[in-house]
C-alpha cells in the first residue's frame, strides 16, 4: 500500500498533462476559428475551483471527476445567443471550420507524442540488443533452429537495433502475415537466417506474453550471483549482507547464477530465507526476509540489493541510441505511426473477436503502469506518456458518438446529405455512444480487477 500515492501521482500527472493538451487543442482551434469559449474545464462533474480569464472572460475550471475534460463552447443548440455574438456561435461555422475544432483535440495528442519521442531519439539512452536466448522446446523459436545467444539484425527487410524495435516489428508482422525471416549473427560473428511462423503470437486472443508464446525470449547470460550495490535500510543491508558478497545457497540448494537467485527471492515474499555467502574466502548463513511488494496483480519478494558489475557485460547486452535532431524527428513521426496503425488493427481485431477483449485496460491498469514506468526512471515515463496520448488520439477519432471521431462523422454525413442531421437524429447517435462507451468502460474495469486480484 505504500507505493499506492506514487502510483496515483505519476497516473494524475500523466492524464492532467494528456487531458490539457487534447482540450487545449479544441479551444486554441475554436480562438483561430472565431468561436466563443465559454469554459474550459480539466474534468467532468461539479466544479471545484474557477476563474475567469481573458477579453471574452472564458472560465477556467477544475472539476470533481478527472477522468477526461471538455470546452464549452458558444451554440445556440445549447442557450440563447445575443445577437451580436451568433456569429461567433459554434453551430453558425462552416462544416469546414466545425470539423478543424473537432479534430484538433486528436491532432494535439498526436503532436505531444511526436515531440516526447523526439526529445527521447535526441537525449538517447541505453537500450536492449535484441540478444536471444534458449527456446523452451517445441516452440515456433525453437522449430527455426534459434540459438543461444543470436542477435537479431533484421526482421525481412526491416533492420532493427534494439529489442523494442525488434519487438515491435515482429508484432506487426505477426498480424498481417504467417512467418517471417530473421537474420541473425552468432557470438562467433556467423550470420544466419531463421525462419519462423508467427501464428501462435495471436493465440488466446494476442492476450498475455505474444513473444513468449512464439518461444522468443530475452538472452540471460551466466552472471555471477555476487551483490553489487545494496540499497540503504533494505532488507539485504538489514541482514547484514554486504557488496561483493557471492551466494553459494539458498535453504540448502545451490545456486548458480544471477538470475535464479532473483528467482528464488522474487517467489518468497515475507517469507525468511537462509543465504550461504561466501565472502573473503569464509562461508557463513544469512537470512534475510524479502519485502513484499505488488508488482502486476502478484506479490514478489525483494531486498534491495543490485548484481555487482560485470566487465564487458554492459556492452554485450546494451546499446547507446541516440540521433541527430532530423533523424530523431523521422523516428519519432515513423514511431507514432506505427504504434498508432498497431492499435487500429488490434481495435479492429477485437470487433471480429480475433483479438480477446481482456486486452483492454481501464483507469487502475494505466495507473499501474504509471507508476511501474516512473519508476524506472524518467526516461520510461516519457516513453509511456507517449504511448499513452497517441492512444488517446486514436480512441478519440473512432467513429462512435460522444467522441471526436463521431462528430466528425456527422459532419461527413452532412456534407453529403448538403444539409445537417437533425437534433433526434443526433440525441439517438449520443445515447448509443454513450451505451457502447459505458459497456467499453465497464468491461476495461472489469478486466483491471481480474488482473488485481488474480494476477
Known amino acids: 500500500m505504500s507505493e499506492l500515492p506514487f502510483y496515483l501521482a505519476a497516473f494524475v500527472v500523466a492524464l492532467g498533462v494528456l487531458v490539457v ?42 472539476s470533481v471527476f478527472p477522468l477526461g475534460g471538455y470546452v464549452k463552447m458558444l451554440d445556440e443548440r445549447e442557450g440563447e445567443v445575443a445577437a451580436d455574438e451568433v456569429h461567433r456561435a459554434f453551430n453558425r461555422q462552416g462544416v469546414g471550420r466545425r470539423s478543424l475544432i473537432v479534430v484538433a483535440g486528436p491532432l494535439a495528442n498526436f503532436l505531444l507524442a511526436i515531440v516526447l519521442y523526439w526529445a527521447l531519439f535526441i537525449h538517447g539512452g541505453l537500450e536492449l540488443r535484441p540478444v536471444l536466448g534458449t527456446p523452451p522446446e517445441g516452440s515456433p523459436a525453437a522449430l527455426a533452429a534459434i540459438a543461444n545467444g543470436e542477435r537479431v539484425r533484421r526482421i525481412d527487410e526491416s533492420p532493427v537495433a534494439t529489442w523494442d524495435e525488434f519487438r515491435w516489428t515482429l508484432l506487426h508482422k505477426a498480424l498481417a502475415q504467417p512467418d517471417a525471416e530473421l537474420e541473425v549473427i552468432n557470438r562467433q560473428g556467423e550470420i544466419a537466417f531463421r525462419r519462423i511462423a508467427l501464428a501462435a503470437a495471436g493465440e488466446q486472443g494476442w492476450e498475455g506474453d505474444a513473444l513468449g508464446r512464439l518461444g522468443l525470449r530475452l538472452y540471460r547470460p551466466d552472471v555471477a550471483p555476487v551483490f553489487g550495490r545494496l540499497i540503504d535500510g533494505g532488507a539485504a543491508e538489514r541482514a547484514g549482507l554486504r557488496s561483493g558478497d557471492r551466494v553459494a545457497q539458498i535453504d540448502g540448494e545451490a545456486v548458480a547464477s544471477w538470475f535464479e537467485l532473483v528467482r528464488r527471492i522474487r517467489e518468497s515474499p515475507g517469507r525468511p530465507l537462509a543465504l550461504t555467502v561466501e565472502r573473503d574466502g569464509r562461508l557463513s548463513t544469512v537470512s534475510v526476509v524479502p519485502e513484499a511488494a505488488r508488482e502486476r496483480g502478484r506479490d514478489i519478494g525483494r531486498i534491495g540489493a543490485a548484481v555487482a558489475e560485470q566487465p564487458g557485460l554492459d556492452e554485450e547486452l546494451r546499446v547507446f541510441v541516440r540521433y541527430g535532431p532530423f533523424d530523431a524527428l523521422a523516428k519519432a513521426l515513423a514511431e507514432t505511426w506505427d504504434k498508432s496503425v498497431f492499435s487500429l488493427q488490434m481495435m479492429g481485431r477485437m470487433l471480429t473477436g480475433e483479438v480477446s477483449l481482456k486486452n483492454l485496460s481501464g483507469p487502475v491498469s494505466i495507473a499501474d503502469y504509471a507508476g511501474q514506468s516512473a519508476r524506472l526512471g524518467i526516461d520510461y515515463y516519457i516513453r509511456f506518456m507517449a504511448l499513452l496520448s497517441l492512444s488517446l488520439g486514436v480512441l478519440n477519432l473512432l467513429p462512435v458518438p460522444v467522441l471526436d471521431g463521431g462528430h466528425l462523422m456527422y459532419h461527413m454525413i452532412e456534407v453529403v446529405r448538403r444539409r445537417p442531421l437533425s437534433e433526434r437524429a443526433m440525441q439517438i447517435g449520443q445515447q448509443i455512444g454513450l451505451s457502447i462507451l459505458f459497456a467499453l468502460m465497464a468491461f476495461a474495469f472489469f478486466n483491471d480487477l481480474n488482473r488485481l486480484f488474480n494476477g
Open 21 to 62: 493538451v487534447h482540450e487545449f487543442g479544441h479551444y486554441l482551434a475554436a480562438r483561430l476559428c472565431g468561436v466563443k469559449v465559454l469554459r474550459f474545464s480539466l474534468g467532468f462533474g461539479r466544479i471545484l475551483w474557477r476563474r475567469q480569464l481573458g477579453r471574452d472572460g472564458t472560465e477556467w475550471a477544475l
